[in-house]
């Protein structure tokens, strides 16, 4: 049974740094192409940032790119977001998710993701 377990999240202030981990267990992690996802209250999940099976691809939203950075430890079942520069509008619940692909696929739509964890909360204050 596949286990998505997130943390690393908690309250921060505007311009701080977090870094998010997401360990997996009881599916082949290297066969998938991870990624994570925030959702905000009120607004549906979106797309944050995705690295392929193999680590050498990896995309990011707009609203993110040169803050964030996803990486992965195929060796430990575990991706990371490193979060800088973080500003009130990244608050949001974040989870990883996780779905078989081909080698140099990197996943940015939630509905294509078959695992998902629980969330961790991020908030970011003014």
């Known amino acids: 049974q596949a286990q998505l377990v997130e943390s690393g999240g908690g309250l921060v202030q505007a311009g701080g740094s977090l870094r998010l981990s997401c360990v997996v267990s009881g599916i082949t992690f290297s066969d998938h192409a991870m990624g994570w996802f925030r959702q905000a209250p009120g607004k549906d999940r979106e797309f944050v940032a995705g690295v392929s099976r193999s680590g050498d691809e990896m995309h990011y939203a707009d609203s993110v790119k040169g803050r964030f950075t996803i990486s992965r430890d195929n060796a430990k079942s575990t991706i990371y977001l490193q979060m800088n520069s973080l500003k009130p509008e990244d608050t949001a619940a974040y989870f990883c998710?996780?779905?078989?692909?081909?080698?140099?696929?990197?996943?940015?739509?939630?509905?294509?993701?078959?695992?998902w964890g629980q969330g961790t909360q991020v908030t970011v204050s003014s």
């Open positions: 998710a996780g779905v078989i692909r081909s080698y140099r696929v990197v996943v940015t739509s939630a509905k294509e993701n078959t695992y």
